[in-house]
């Protein structure tokens, strides 16, 4: 079925469109929800609107051989909603902003010193073995409460607590080297 659905919005058949909204829509609102509900729901239903519109236009991009048409969803839907997040977030807090950056002085070298270590803090991340990958994705990439991972793999709250302690502490031990 999914199969159809994807040859029918490549052909721009309105009826893979309503397919695809019917499907994934709880997900992708729940997703969307979790990054930018903050705001408030027509924020999140704007976004919800957008990504199925975005999955609609480039759904060219869209690799069976790369993964799942599921995940092309939910990767369309997780950078859209981090989009609209630094958006809103820049228009709620451009005032304050203009005072941080006066009492801040940032230079531009912090910036990319700043830029590199994130770059190199995802290396580590990387690097964790499995379950502890995955955990962490969960709560700080997709923004998922600790119980709600726990529920998900069936392991227990304080497991997940502690393996995501080990992974921070791996993370600090990084930083405190490095500098």
């Known amino acids: 079925m999914e199969k159809k659905m994807i040859k029918k919005i490549r052909k721009k058949d309105p009826k893979g469109l309503d397919y695809m909204i019917k499907t994934y829509s709880k997900k992708v609102y729940f997703l969307v929800n979790k990054i930018i509900g903050y705001y408030g729901k027509e924020e999140v239903e704007e976004c919800v609107s957008d990504v199925f519109f975005k999955v609609w236009e480039d759904i060219d991009e869209f690799d069976e051989a790369r993964g799942s048409f599921s995940s092309f969803i939910f990767i369309k839907a997780k ?10 977030e820049k228009n709620h807090l451009a005032s304050s902003e203009i005072d941080d950056n006066i009492s801040n002085n940032k230079l531009p070298e912090h910036e990319v010193l700043d830029k590199e270590t994130s770059q190199e803090i995802i290396g580590v991340i990387k690097n964790f073995k ?50």
């Open 130 to 179: 499995e379950p502890d990958k995955t955990y962490f994705y969960h709560k700080y990439f997709m923004y998922y409460k600790i119980d709600e991972i726990a529920q998900k793999f069936g392991v227990t709250s304080s497991s997940i607590e502690n393996r995501l302690y080990r992974c921070r502490l791996i993370i600090k031990d990084f930083l405190e080297r490095r500098a």
């Open 79 to 88: 950078y859209l909603a981090l989009d609209y997040k630094r958006k809103l």
